[in-house]
């Protein structure tokens, strides 16, 4: 089964992160900026997605199918950037600064900032959503001027990791104040708390 999406998908720090959002909302300017950072493009504007299982069943212990996204091959590895025009990354920054396919492990839906609107502030748990079939954890990050979306989905892979090998930050935080200890006095009663 395969699909088609729009959005890019970069390989951050061996994830694969596909960008979605509304057109203009800067998706290619993120990936980009991500590809400067060292991390590599896998597709811009349009993403095919596959399911991917680990064989035939009955061989083994099942495991939980994945999805695999890549480019047209007609436009893999080029960028679109309004004002600029048609870029192809690898001209630019090299053969390693491309994928062919990925993996689709993390869904970063970009938004334009609204102020009613609630934002995750805490992250206990992670969304997911189902795409193609597979679960997805799935973020929302708001864009607004100023904010280095980059930085901030490199953020949320590095979290990303942290989770898989068992590390939750607002988990650790929550137990803490659970526990009644008190996070406003650090050492010789200094603000800052625990270090």
Request: some cysteine; hydrophobic content about 40%; charged content about 30%.
């Amino acid at each position: 089964m395969e699909i088609q999406v729009h959005g890019a998908l970069v390989e951050v720090l061996g994830v694969g992160v596909l960008l979605q959002g509304p057109s203009g909302v800067g998706k290619s300017e993120i990936a980009l900026e991500l590809v400067q950072r060292g991390h590599r493009l896998v597709a811009d504007d349009i993403v095919r997605i596959r399911r991917q299982s680990d064989g035939p069943p009955g061989r083994g212990a099942a495991t939980p199918d994945w999805l695999v996204g890549r480019a047209p091959e007609l436009i893999r590895h080029y960028m679109e950037l309004r004002g600029i025009g048609l870029l192809h990354i690898p001209d630019l920054f090299g053969a390693d600064s491309v994928r062919v396919e990925s993996r689709v492990e993390l869904i970063c839906h970009l938004e334009p900032w609204r102020e009613e609107a609630e934002y995750e502030r805490i992250g206990l748990e992670r969304a997911t959503e189902e795409l193609a079939g597979v679960e997805v954890l799935a973020l929302v990050l708001p864009v607004r001027a100023a904010r280095s979306m980059a930085t901030l989905v490199e953020v949320a892979v590095r979290d990303t990791l942290q989770r898989r090998a068992g590390v939750n930050a607002a988990r650790r935080l929550d137990a803490r104040l659970r526990e009644g200890k008190d996070v406003g006095a650090g050492r010789n009663g200094e603000g800052g708390g625990d270090r």
